[in-house]
C-alpha cells in the first residue's frame, strides 16, 4: 500500500519539480499573505485568455500589480522588466507559462481522451476518479448543446477505456453491490442558460431536456452521473430536478447517480432531511449518492446577500461550518443504505471524523467514499489510498479559457485566510487542525 499511495505522487506530483512550478507555488505563497496582492493577480489570471499577445499579458500584469502598495522584491523585479519591449515579452511569456503550470495543476487535460491515460494512471494506483467538464455557466442554448454533447463524448470515452482497467475491489464494491468505474459530474447551470431564481421551473425544465438523455446513457452504459451543486440561487432548481427526473419510470433503476449537500449553507440540515425523506420513499435502486462538501461559493453567497442587505444563506465563521459538516456526515451515515455517503473534503479533521463516524456505526471503510480535488487533495488521496480507503479524484477536463473561473475559485480556496489548506501550509501544528471545530 505504501508504494501505492507514492505512485499517485509519482503520477500527479504536486510538488515543485520545474523552475515555473516553483513560481505559481511562490506567487501562491504571497498571495495567501497579501490581500491587495492577491486580488491583483487573480483579476490577472481571469484575463489571461483574453490577452493576444505576450506583450499584452506583461502589460495587463504589470497594470494589475501597479494597484499593490507594499510589493515583495520578485514583483518588484517584474515590474522593472516592464520597461523595455524585450523586457514585456520576456515577462508575458513567463506570466503565461506560470498560468499554463497553474493550470494543469488542478486540469486533468484538455479532452476526456487526452485525460484517458492519467486517470487510468490514477486507477491503476488506488484512486477512481470523477471527470468534470469545464465550462461553468452557459448563456446560449447552443453553448448549453455543447456542453450536453461534450458530457456524452465523456461518458462515452471512459465507457470505452474502463473495461481495459484492472480490477480493483476496493473501488468497484461497497456492501450495498457494484459501483461503475465511469463516473461524470455536471453542473445544471451548465445544461440550461435559463436557470434564474425568478423562475425556477423554465430552467429546470430546459436543463431537464438535456439531462435525461445523459441519464439514459449513463444507464446504458452502466456509469454514474453525478449533479454538482452551484450558488445558492440555483440550489431548488437543481434539487427538485433531480428528484422529478429521477422518479421518471425509466430511471427510477438506475443509473446510478449523485447529488451534493453543502455543508456551510444555514439550512443544509432541512436539505438533508428532504434529500433522505426522498431516498427512503424512492427507494431507489442503485441508492442516490450524497457527495457532502462544505460549499465553494462562499465569498460570492455574502457578496450577494450583502449586496442586498440580506442575512447570507451561509455561515459566516469557518467553525460553524466545519461543525455543521460533522453533523451533517454522521446524518448521512444513518441514511445508509437509502443514500450511500461520500464526503468530500481536503480537511483531515473532517475526514477523520467521517472516518470514525462510519466505523462507530459498526460500518466497514468500504461503505465510505472519500473524496478530493486534483490538486489540492492529491498527498490525502495518496495516504487514504495507502490506508485501502475507497478514494475519487475530482478531475476538471478542458482548455484554459473554460477553466479560468475553475481555477480562480481553486485559487482563492487555496490562499483564503480561513483554510485547513492554508493553514497547513502556514504551519499550524498538527493538534490545532485535528482539533474539534
Ligand atoms: C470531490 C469534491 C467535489 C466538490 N464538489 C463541489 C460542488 O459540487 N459544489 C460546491 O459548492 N463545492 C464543491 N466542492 C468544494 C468544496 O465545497 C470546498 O470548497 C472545498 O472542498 C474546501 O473545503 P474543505 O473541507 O476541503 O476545506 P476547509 O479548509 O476545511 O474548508 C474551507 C471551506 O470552509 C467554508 N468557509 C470558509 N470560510 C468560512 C467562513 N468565514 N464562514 C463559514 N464558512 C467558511 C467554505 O465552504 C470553504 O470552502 C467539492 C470538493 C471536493 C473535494
Known amino acids: 500500500m505504501q508504494r501505492v499511495g507514492r505512485s499517485i505522487h509519482a503520477a500527479f506530483p504536486t510538488r515543485p519539480r520545474h523552475p515555473l512550478r516553483a513560481l505559481d507555488v511562490k506567487a501562491m505563497e504571497m498571495a495567501a499573505e497579501d490581500q491587495e496582492l492577491r486580488a491583483a493577480l487573480f483579476r490577472f489570471v481571469d484575463v489571461t485568455p483574453a490577452c493576444t499577445s505576450f506583450e499584452d499579458l506583461a502589460r495587463h500584469l504589470t497594470a494589475y500589480l501597479g494597484e499593490v502598495d507594499e510589493r515583495p522584491p520578485p514583483i518588484e523585479a517584474a515590474m522593472r522588466m516592464s ?224 449586496q442586498h442587505g440580506w442575512t447570507p444563506p451561509v455561515f459566516e465563521r469557518k467553525s460553524e461550518s466545519d461543525r455543521n459538516f460533522e453533523l451533517l456526515t454522521r446524518r448521512l451515515l444513518d441514511g445508509w443504505p437509502h443514500v450511500r455517503p461520500a464526503i468530500a473534503s481536503h480537511n483531515l479533521r473532517s475526514v477523520a471524523h467521517a472516518v470514525a463516524a462510519n466505523r462507530a456505526a459498526g460500518r466497514s471503510d468500504q461503505d465510505l467514499e472519500l473524496q478530493v480535488l486534483r490538486g489540492l487533495g492529491d498527498d490525502l488521496a495518496a495516504a487514504l489510498a495507502d490506508e485501502g480507503m475507497r478514494v475519487r479524484i475530482y478531475c476538471p477536463v478542458g482548455d484554459m479559457v473554460a477553466g479560468m473561473a475553475y481555477l480562480v475559485r481553486r485559487l482563492l480556496e487555496n490562499t483564503a485566510n480561513e483554510s485547513f489548506l492554508s493553514d497547513l501550509q502556514r504551519g499550524v501544528g498538527v493538534e490545532e487542525l485535528l482539533a474539534a471545530p
Open 83 to 306: 520597461g523595455t519591449k524585450p523586457g514585456r515579452a520576456a515577462l508575458g511569456a513567463a506570466a503565461a507559462a506560470g498560468v499554463r503550470h497553474m493550470a494543469h495543476r488542478f486540469i486533468v487535460g484538455e479532452t476526456p481522451g487526452a485525460a484517458l491515460r492519467h486517470i487510468r494512471r490514477l486507477w491503476d494506483h488506488g484512486a477512481a476518479v470523477s471527470l468534470d467538464l469545464l465550462g461553468e455557466a452557459t448563456v446560449t442554448q447552443p453553448e448549453a448543446d455543447r456542453y450536453a454533447a461534450r458530457c456524452l463524448d465523456a461518458l462515452e470515452t471512459l465507457a470505452e477505456a474502463a473495461p481495459r482497467w484492472p480490477e480493483r475491489p476496493v473501488l468497484e464494491r461497497d456492501s450495498l453491490g457494484s459501483l461503475p468505474r465511469v463516473n461524470v459530474s455536471v453542473k445544471v447551470s451548465a445544461l440550461s442558460p435559463l436557470l434564474r431564481p425568478e423562475a425556477p421551473e423554465v430552467g429546470r425544465d430546459d436543463a431537464a431536456r438535456r439531462m435525461r438523455p445523459l441519464l439514459l446513457r449513463a444507464k446504458q452504459l452502466g456509469a454514474h452521473l453525478h449533479i454538482d451543486m452551484e450558488s445558492v440561487d440555483t440550489l431548488e432548481a437543481t434539487m427538485q430536478l433531480v428528484f422529478e427526473v429521477l422518479d421518471e419510470p425509466r430511471l427510477r433503476d438506475g443509473p446510478s447517480t449523485g447529488i451534493v449537500l453543502q455543508a456551510y449553507l444555514r439550512e443544509s440540515p432541512e436539505q438533508l432531511e428532504q434529500v433522505i425523506a426522498w431516498a427512503q420513499s424512492a427507494r431507489r435502486e442503485p441508492p442516490l449518492v450524497v457527495r457532502l462538501v462544505k460549499g465553494a461559493y462562499w465569498d460570492h453567497e455574502v457578496v450577494e446577500a450583502r
